[in-house]
């Protein structure tokens, strides 16, 4: 089965990057989709993007043209490279298949976005 470990958030100002990644102990190429979410305090998880297998890429609306996911192979590792954040980002942020299955969650990375 497959495990996730997210890593690389932490505390930006406004309009700063940050490139999370989400290393898998199996292929995610096993999986279909994988996505990236989140979850702000009270409020319910998110999906903020997603990648397929074959490449393809979707967005939530409120993250498309800042966010960009990806992955490599030769890592097994998929990316989330973050621009122009926001504070409204702000939230733990975690990998999984999609849709997600509760074995697989990781331990989430948090970003924060504050002046």
């Known amino acids: 089965q497959v495990q996730l470990v997210e890593s690389g958030g932490g505390m930006v100002q406004p309009g700063g990057s940050l490139r999370l990644s989400c290393a898998a102990s199996?292929?995610?190429?096993?999986?279909?989709?994988m996505g990236w979410y989140r979850q702000a305090p009270g409020k319910e998880r998110e999906l903020v993007a997603s990648i397929t297998r074959w490449g393809d890429r979707n967005y939530a609306d409120s993250v498309k043209d800042r966010f960009t996911i990806s992955r490599d192979g030769a890592k097994n590792t998929v990316y989330l490279q973050m621009n122009s954040l926001k504070p409204e980002d702000t939230a733990v942020y975690y990998c999984n298949r999609y849709p997600p299955t509760t074995s697989t969650w990781g331990q989430g990375t948090q970003v924060t976005v504050s002046s």
């Open positions: 199996g292929s995610i190429f096993s999986i279909n989709v």
